[in-house]
């Protein structure tokens, strides 16, 4: 996950989040886990806070520094009554302010600071995809089923803001809004794992990347005019700029 000063936060066994520099690939914090497997991840409070989604269907956040945690948030036992995620991937994207959910073919909005639940909603005329997700800092992407597939972008109580069509031959694996919410990005599936950068809230599509081989499973973005990253099935890794 790339942030606005180029940190990232990966898993690594067992259960704990190893957070590095991008520039320099230095590690400069360690946050212990809890004996869940960390999932979703994100920078929020100016990359002073990571926050991150675990398998038990609960939200952590720890503060960067210290590795203390601050903020543990159980999802909605209504989803996940057994109190354990859906095998990967999962259907929960988190953000700087926001973590939102899908499940039954609705979408559920929380803020994780404020431990409040948003948003909730679900399309009447389409099918919502599980995945992909993405939150951003006001709003919510997700991509419907149909021909062709359409992203839709959502503010964080469900107000339509945009829908961008996808050119795909099938839906996308990846969904990525930029901080700032003026970038979506999206990556393809196998039989077109191309990388696609839209500009918001036109939704006008202002780029296709097709330098993947093989399916992209995912994306980032950092605020226009920064960053893309996109990482495919083959282990491949491309940024751009």
Known sequence: MVSQTHCYATECPPQHLRVFDAA??????????????????????????????????????????????????????????????????????????????????????????????????????????????????????????GDPVRIRIRSLTGQPIVECHYPGTDPPLSLALSSDGHRLVAGGGAMDPAVRVWELPAGTLIAELDFHAFEVFAVAAQPSPGLIVSGGFDGTIFIWD
């Open 24 to 145: 320099s690939g230095a590690e400069f914090a360690f946050v212990r886990g809890h004996g869940y497997i960390v999932g979703q991840v994100a920078f929020a409070d100016g990359d002073r806070q990571i926050v991150a989604v675990c398998s038990d269907a609960t939200v952590r956040i720890w503060n960067r520094m210290t590795g203390e945690q601050t903020l543990r948030l159980e999802l909605d036992q209504e989803l996940w009554p057994d109190g354990e995620l859906p095998i990967a991937p999962w259907p929960v994207s988190v953000g700087e302010r926001a973590l939102v959910a899908c499940a039954n073919g609705r979408l559920l909005v929380w803020d994780h600071q404020t431990r409040q639940q948003i948003g909730r909603w679900e399309d009447a005329d389409a099918a919502v995809l599980t995945t992909p997700l993405s939150v951003g800092r006001d709003c919510v992407a997700y991509a419907t089923t």
